[in-house]
């Protein structure tokens, strides 16, 4: 179950960055807001502190928008992308362990 947890949000996360990316260029601050903020409470549920804090940054109102806006969000988004499939990893290779034990 916790493996498909973190495919789920693996599988989520790159898509919904995406969108956020493409509210913030195109100045939709609400679909920023709403977007964020989803993604930061399902974000919140691993260990992605940065993510996180990103997100909150950039669901807040009046929070900067644009360009600079990107980069932080791109970073952290690509860095929790690595910390995900890394604990992919990690899960799938205790499952073969315990497999093998079996």
Not at 4 to 22: N, S
Not at 25 to 37: I, N, T
Not at 77 to 98: E, K
């Amino acid at each position: 179950m916790t493996r498909d947890l973190v495919r789920l949000m693996l599988d989520r996360q790159g898509p919904e960055v995406t969108a956020i990316a493409k509210a913030v260029r195109s100045g939709a601050a609400d679909k920023v807001d709403r977007r964020a903020h989803q993604l930061k409470g399902a974000v919140g549920n691993f260990a992605l502190p940065d993510l996180v804090a990103v997100l909150a940054a950039v669901s807040r109102r009046d929070a900067i928008q644009g360009p600079d806006a990107l980069a932080p969000l791109l970073a952290a988004a690509s860095a929790a992308g690595r910390d995900l499939t890394r604990s992919l990893c990690a899960l799938d290779d205790q499952a073969g362990l315990r497999t093998t034990a079996q």
